[in-house]
Every structure is written in C-alpha cells, then in structure tokens.
C-alpha cells in the first residue's frame, strides 16, 4: 500500500507544481488555491508512504519520477525546450532513482 500511497503523492506533487506555474506568481487565486491544496494532499500521502516504505527510497522515487514527469510536461504542456546538458541531468537522475530502489539505500 505504501507504493500505491506515494505513486498518489508523486501525482499530486505534479499537479501543485504545474499549478503554480499557472498560477503566475500566485497572482491568480484558482490556481494558487489549487497548488497548496496539491501540495498539502501531496504532503499527506507522502507521510502515509513513509510508514512502510524506507525515506531514501520513497524520496529518491518522489524526486525521480517527479523531476522526469514534470521535465515531459513542461515540453509537451508549457512548450519549454530542455537543452542537451539538461536531458543528461535528467538521465543521471533517472538512473540514481533506479540505483536507489534495486540496489541500496539500505537494503
């Protein structure tokens, strides 16, 4: 249940993230509203994950996928351009992630 508890933070975690970019600096309440209630739910799943899932793992995850999931968006939602430093980056991260939940991290 803890994986299914995170998957619901990482989702939530996206959607304060792209909310407060739409919000333009909290200048439009809708989405300012709308990011601290992603967050503040995100927060909460997040804590229900950290009872059975390990910290190093479930944030490493969070972070991970986070970073990734939010990077494909901003291309394909927002229009933004990640140069190639920025995609290897990504590529490092996605690979620590994976380090990080199959062979460490207290395992």
Known sequence: ?????????????????????????????NYSLATLAAYGACFYFLALALK???????YATWGGLGIVLASLLSVFYFHEK??????????LIVIGTAMC???????
Do not use: Q, R, W
Request: glycine share 14%; hydrophobic share 50%; charged share 10%.
């Open 52 to 58: 059975t899932v390990k910290l190093s793992i479930a």
């Open 1 to 29: 249940m803890g994986y299914f508890y995170l998957g619901i933070a990482i989702v939530l975690e996206l959607a304060g993230t792209n909310c407060m970019k739409l919000s333009d600096g909290f200048s439009k309440l």
């Open 82 to 91: 990640l140069s190639a430093p920025a995609i290897c980056g990504i590529a």
């Open 101 to 107: 939940n199959f062979f460490g991290a207290g395992h």
